[in-house]
């Protein structure tokens, strides 16, 4: 259904700026 494409691109999303923000902080930290 619509609503399940739009929850995987929302998750994915949120998985990918997660990622990021662990990136940059992994970066400030060292």
Do not use: C, F, P, Y
Not at 4 to 13: N, P, S
Request: avoid cysteine; proline fraction near 0%.
């Amino acid at each position: 259904t619509l609503d399940e494409t739009v929850m995987e691109t929302i998750m994915r999303d949120v998985r990918a700026v997660g990622v990021e923000a662990q990136g940059r902080h992994d970066a400030a930290r060292s």
